[in-house]
């Protein structure tokens, strides 16, 4: 069995920064692409970045240059960083790792973004 957990969402004023941190844990073998995606109110669940095992990434238009997706190999964590952030950005956001055939969600946090 594998488990994503997440952490670091919460609230955050305009402009500021946060970092999210997913970890994965159980039967792994090796982990293949690792993303992050995130669901506002009302909205159908968006890619944000991804990351493949070479470290090769891919950002959704509205976060270049703000979002920084990395991942640690050895300890099967995958890192969002978040700058300059706006209040569009507000979301529940949700780890995703591929593993062998499969594919494994996180049960997400919260990132609100608002004064």
């Known amino acids: 069995q594998v488990q994503l957990v997440e952490s670091g969402g919460g609230l955050v004023q305009p402009g500021g920064s946060l970092r999210l941190s997913c970890a994965a844990s159980?039967?792994?073998?090796?982990?293949?692409?690792m993303g992050w995606y995130r669901q506002a109110p009302g909205k159908q669940r968006e890619l944000v970045a991804e990351i493949t095992s070479g470290g090769t990434t891919n950002y959704e238009g509205s976060v270049k240059g703000r979002f920084t997706i990395s991942r640690d190999n050895a300890k099967n964590r995958v890192y969002l960083q978040m700058n300059s952030l706006k209040p569009e950005d507000t979301a529940v956001y949700s780890c995703?790792?591929?593993?062998?055939?499969?594919?494994?969600w996180g049960q997400g946090t919260q990132v609100t973004v608002s004064s």
């Open positions: 159980g039967n792994i073998g090796s982990i293949g692409t």
């Open positions: 995703n790792a591929r593993i062998i055939f499969s594919l494994y």
